[in-house]
């Protein structure tokens, strides 16, 4: 089993900057890949960004693309989400999760963290 635990949200201004933290432990998770989704009230859960644990790919939804990056330290067992030129339709609560598989589907996703409220005014 493989605990998430999530960190760094809060309250930001509109173009404002947030950088997300995911602390890992638990069995060996290198073959994992780690995601982040996020679920505003009302509406479905989303698929942000993923990145492979053992070389590090990364694949991002297209609305997220050139304003959030998705990273991680191996040393820190740790996955960071920098979100950049945050927009008020950003606002979310935002999960953290792994996978045995390279997926965009919540559901292939095993493993998640309590979430961090991500909350951006305009």
């Known amino acids: 089993q493989v605990q998430l635990v999530e960190s760094g949200g809060g309250l930001v201004q509109a173009g404002g900057s947030l950088r997300l933290s995911c602390a890992v432990s638990g069995r060996t998770f290198s073959r994992y890949t780690m995601g982040w989704f996020r679920q505003a009230p009302g509406k479905e859960r989303e698929f942000v960004a993923h990145?492979?644990?053992?070389?590090?790919?990364?694949y991002y939804a297209d609305s997220m693309k050139g304003r959030f990056l998705i990273s991680r330290d191996n040393a820190k067992n740790t996955v960071y989400l920098q979100m950049n030129s945050l927009k008020p339709e950003d606002t979310a609560l935002y999960y953290c999760?792994?996978?045995?598989?390279?997926?965009?589907?919540?559901?292939?996703?095993?493993?998640w963290g309590q979430g961090t409220q991500v909350t951006v005014s305009s």
């Open positions: 990145i492979m644990w053992s070389d590090g790919r990364t």
């Open positions: 999760a792994a996978s045995g598989t390279r997926s965009r589907w919540s559901s292939d996703y095993n493993n």
